[in-house]
């Protein structure tokens, strides 16, 4: 079906779903790559009344406001396209949420079952104040324990702490020196950029982010690059190599030629946790892009692990393309793209995030939002959609 909508300010825009039918689906090969999807939470239809005056709202109001059914159906919805969960993470408004919804985040997803696995992130947000150095190690190693416990993989979240606190390049390494020796492997770190938040400028100063991958490989597997800086992630894919590590991108600019690397090195085998997984000059991934576009990267992956590199690129290029708009500046508004598209296929009832900065977007930015997921094939009711946005140009949901 393809459908054609008013666009008030240009060109009309088409809505067209069922691409993925329109060739064969590639079948029988081993996954290639490692992907977790980054999945945002789904609030409850009443939540515009629950948040009102959010500025002041507790942790307590937000896991009030989730949608816990639609939420979980929601990442066993990714899962079911082949791909991981990232639970709790920044695309789950993790810094807004608050410990108590995360953790409930984690145990649920944990209860799950997932045949994909899941990752969640472990930081200090369970303390009311973080003052010291110990209190923030013994907090992150207490969430360490709890993913694990739930059977996850934990990745350290990046600490704000600590560039609050001015720390050097050698309190770093002590800082996570200690989390890792109090923790059991394994374990990630996320080098997460300011363009998502903004304390986190000057983060792993000088060398200490390869000092700290350096600790003891065996437990810390790798690291998850959210630094939307191409050229700096293949130079610590470089190195983490060498280490027997692995990289997971978190680029969701550039994530299409990252993922299918270059081909010149040998690819090997690496053990994460239990799991054996391939690795060479490539990136495996931990996406947030992956949320709103779980089918047609599928399929692209899919292409991928069946040698079929041309077919890879066609699926997963307009799945970056999608990415570009959905992450361009304010990034951190990005959530609102991902949780418009969830919406638009039926995912969730309205597309909402905590403390309503979905508002931030504005109309043409979700216009594009659609016509880009329509065009990468992640529409998969035109009718439906097209239903859903008439709605929003009216003025319901905003």
Known sequence: ??????????????????????????????????????????LKDDATQRSTGAAGSSSADAIEMVDWDQTMAFRQHLSSHGFGIAEAMDTAQRFELGWPAA???????????????????????????????????????????????????????????????????????????????????????HWLGPMFLAELAGYFPGTSLDQILSID????????????????????????????????????????????????????????????????????????????????????LRHLAAGDLAGYRRWMQPCEEYGQRVFEAPTHLYKTGLAFTAWLNGHQNQPMLLHRIDLERDLDHLLDVARLASRAGAIVDAGMAAERIELMMAGVHR
């Not at 694990?148 to 996570?176: F, H, T």
């Open 217 to 300: 490989v065996d437990k810390v597997r790798g690291v998850k690059m959210s630094m939307l800086d191409h050229d700096l992630e293949i130079e610590v894919r470089q190195r983490c190599r060498e280490r027997g590590q692995i990289v997971l991108t978190g680029d969701d600019l550039h994530f299409c030629d990252l993922i299918a690397g270059d081909g010149k090195i040998p690819c090997q085998s690496v053990a994460i946790g239990d799991r054996q997984i391939p690795d060479g000059d490539f990136s495996h991934a931990l996406l947030g892009v992956l949320d709103g576009v779980a089918v047609p990267a599928g399929r692209a």
């Open 103 to 189: 953790r409930r985040l984690i145990e649920q997803c944990g209860e799950l079952d997932l045949d994909t696995g899941f990752i969640a992130g472990a930081g200090a947000d369970q303390c009311g104040e973080v003052s010291d150095h110990t209190t923030l190690i013994d907090a992150v190693v207490e969430q360490v324990h709890i993913i694990q416990q739930a059977g996850g993989i934990a990745i350290i979240l990046p600490m704000p702490w600590l560039c609050r606190w001015g720390c050097d390049e050698q309190q770093y390494v002590s800082i996570y020196r200690s989390i890792i020796e109090q923790s059991n492997g394994p374990v990630l770190l």
């Open 1 to 42: 079906m393809k459908i054609e909508l008013p666009n008030p300010d240009g060109e009309p825009i088409w809505l067209e779903d069922g691409l993925l039918s329109r060739e064969a689906e590639p079948t029988g090969a081993e996954p290639v790559r490692v992907a977790y999807a980054a999945a945002h939470i789904i």
